[in-house]
């Protein structure tokens, strides 16, 4: 029997605590998803979740975030102006700048509410927002009245 790996599954959803129904199959030219930029994806509590990416080098003006639907889509391109004017200054260029794009499968209700760069590193922050209508609601028992019966 085979075992099957679903890791590479959780990394790219966001919101999913079962088995993930809605996703994206790996794109990439081997089958493999992408590796770059690397990313995280914490949990910070039942409702709340933060994707951070390392993106160093990176300005805002370089990235942007759409979210339409159930998909958090986020680019990266560095303006080509400033890659031609720095690259006869550089001996050795270590820290990617390539382009890249990433794509996020979100559950149902999971909304974007924010974004910051500090530090190299992009934070977004998720909350999940479930309709007052979809929560679980308790329902009172109704007993009926008690019988006495009365003694002559």
Known sequence: MRHLDL????????????????????????????????????????????????VAGFGESDISIESKENSLLVKGEKSSTSEEADSDTFIYRGIASRAFERRF?????????GASLE??????ELVREIPEAMKPR???IN??????????
């Open 105 to 113: 499968q979100l559950a149902e209700y999971v909304e974007v509410k």
């Open 7 to 54: 890791n590479p599954l959780y990394r790219s959803t966001v919101g999913f605590d079962r088995l993930f129904s809605l996703l994206d199959g790996p794109s990439g030219p081997d089958g493999n998803a992408p590796s770059y930029p690397p990313y995280n994806i914490e949990r910070l509590s039942d409702n709340a979740y933060r994707i951070t990416m390392a």
């Open 143 to 152: 007993a009926p009245a008690q019988k006495v019966i009365e003694q002559a």
């Open 138 to 140: 308790r329902i009172a």
């Open 119 to 124: 530090n190299g590193l992009l934070h977004i």
